[in-house]
């Protein structure tokens, strides 16, 4: 009886070999289908394009861009803003360009409309005295075509709190912060905008100070959402990533604008107000005394003569500029205004519009200890150097003032061009 024979089992090179060759083709059979996937899905890339607008809103974290499309050619574009002989006082002079234009007809605002009318959104009768730029915004935004009755459409959201308002009609301290605690929270339990981003899409504008106070209630509406101030002290919570510097301007101005005049500005430099900062005494006490520096301790009394100080600025070649009780100063607009080169003195200052003017192009920013050598800082300037200055300080004229309606360029479209970068941090 023979024995049966069992098939012998392969070597294991053979083994080796077999398998080497099913993994191989395996390889290869995958990079084809990728590289047919690709193929095909760079084929329909060119015949459409991506789409932009997704059905489902999410959050999106992005820095403000630039849009480059079919229609920003369309734009009427100032020629200041162009680089044709401007550039020099911005940053990036056609970022600047294209981004105006693109929020020119895009950038949409809601408003809410809760509230007592006679504490919140109502403009002052007259736009006058050093916080009216608070009603000059509150006037503009309604003047323009920013805003939208529909919130779906709406970029930002709009709190009106005219803190300005409340101070006029003499409500202490602590009530405006009841006032404006009761008045938020109502507005967060009755709609559902604010809680989709904690209320990084809401701003809110004050320029006096009173509304440091009046919002101390509420640490949320600080922390998170947009504040549009006068007093932008970055040592003091202000966040310049976040919140937006309100240029604090006084108008109407008492006499037209200044510029192209040089030869009449024989003063080196001039200061007159009240020594309400520790910056001011010093300033007094250094220089109060000397001969090229007309520098006083109080504002020029109008018995001396009719625009006695407004006519001061014409013929001096640099104005001094520092803190009062706040970082700002009205002053600042003035010197602009009127063509005199405005020498910031006062740390820690957000200046307005300052990511997208270059203030050293323009102005002198100094730091306060700069105070003791301030006659030889300016005399160091030479007469071409401050010419520079004077004729660009004559191009940024227009974005320090208050039109109404508003006018393309000036300070309302300047702060709403801030609060358009702004909302591309967040976005639903």
Known sequence: MSAVKLPQPLPSAAVCTLRCSI???????????????LKSLHSLSLQSPPTTNPTTRTVQYSQPQVSYDAGVDNVEIDKDASGDG??????????????????????????????DPNTYYQTPRKLTGKYSSEGYFFQNLRESNFVTNDPDRADLFFIPISCHKMRGK?????????????????????YPYWNRTLGADH???????????????????????????????????????????????????????????????????????????????????????DTELDISNNRINRA??????????????????????QVNSARIADSIHYGCV??????????????????????????????????????????????????????????????SPPVKHDAFHMVMYELWLRHHVIKY
């Open 342 to 403: 405005p020498v910031i003195l006062s740390d820690y200052y957000d200046l307005p519009f300052n990511d997208i003017l270059n203030w050293r192009k323009f102005s002198v920013v100094l730091k306060e200890k700069d105070v003791y050598q301030l006659k030889q800082i300016l005399k160091n300037i030479t007469q071409e150097e401050f010419v520079t200055l004077h004729n660009n300080l004559v191009k940024v004229q227009k974005h320090f003032h208050w039109n």
């Open 23 to 37: 993994l191989t083709l395996a390889i290869l059979t995958l990079f084809s289908f990728s590289y047919l996937s």
């Open 304 to 325: 001396t003569g009719h625009l006695v100080y407004q006519k001061r600025f014409y013929r001096t070649k640099f104005c001094i500029c520092p803190g009062g009780s």
């Open 86 to 115: 401007y550039g020099d006082v911005y940053h990036l002079p056609e970022v600047f360009r294209l981004n105006y234009g693109e929020m020119e007809r895009r950038f949409k605002v809601y408003i809410y409309s809760d509230g």
């Open 170 to 190: 003499g409500i202490s301290y602590e009530n405006m912060t009841i006032i404006v605690q009761n008045y938020v929270e109502s507005l967060i339990s009755k």
């Open 203 to 289: 701003f809110f504008v004050t320029c006096h100070d009173v509304g440091v106070r009046a919002t101390e209630g509420l640490p949320l509406l600080v922390k998170n959402s947009i504040r549009v101030v006068c007093s932008p002290s970055y040592d003091v919570g202000f966040i310049p990533h976040k919140d937006v510097a309100l240029p604090q301007i006084l108008q109407p101005f008492a006499l037209p604008a200044g510029g192209n005049d040089v030869e009449n500005r024989t003063t080196l430099g001039f200061w007159a107000g009240h020594r309400n900062s520790k910056i001011r005494v010093i300033l007094a006490r250094v220089w109060e005394n």
